[in-house]
């Protein structure tokens, strides 16, 4: 429901048990979809429970920023796949892999398919923390080749620029 009040309630509860080992399996705990609070609150949007739940890992409890769910989707996927640019950036400050696949595309390529004006500052942010443009997984397609192939001209003249 992104209930950031009671989101900081239960952190504080959760660091008041002292044990380490019980508050980085209550933060991580994960739903029957295996996804994570972190990970609802990217796909969702809800920044400040994504930034209360980082400070939260700040704090040495060990938030998972690259935990996956049934689907293979981190909680950076979760953002990327819905344009939430925002927490993209915020989670990846916080360490999380702008290399890791999002279904069976790169981060890019996830950005390009979305599409919306969301769709540049998520390029630029992603390709930040992409070894290369040219950056691809085993099926050897990159993207530029998702803009070209999704009629995305903006993106295609950003990424031939780079």
């Not at 009671?6 to 660091?15: I, P």
Request: hydrophobic share 45%.
């Amino acid at each position: 429901q992104g209930d950031q009040d009671l989101v900081v309630k239960v952190l504080r509860a959760v660091t008041e048990l002292g044990e380490s080992d019980t508050s980085c399996r209550v933060v991580n705990q994960c739903d029957r979809c295996k996804r994570s609070p972190l990970s609802y609150a990217a796909l969702f949007g809800h920044a400040g429970i994504v930034e209360e739940l980082l400070q939260f890992c700040d704090s040495g409890i060990g938030v998972d920023v690259n935990l996956r769910d049934q689907d293979e989707l981190t909680p950076l996927g979760l953002a990327v796949c819905r344009g939430h640019v925002h927490i993209a950036r915020r989670l990846l400050k916080a360490g999380a892999k702008a290399t890791s696949l999002c279904w069976t595309k790169t981060m890019m390529e996830a950005a390009i398919f979305r599409g919306g004006e969301e769709m540049m500052p998520m390029l630029q942010l992603l390709l930040a923390h992409c070894p290369s443009v040219d950056f691809s997984y085993s099926t050897g397609k990159t993207a530029l080749m998702a803009a070209a192939a999704h009629g995305r001209l903006e993106a295609v003249d950003f990424l031939l620029s780079q």
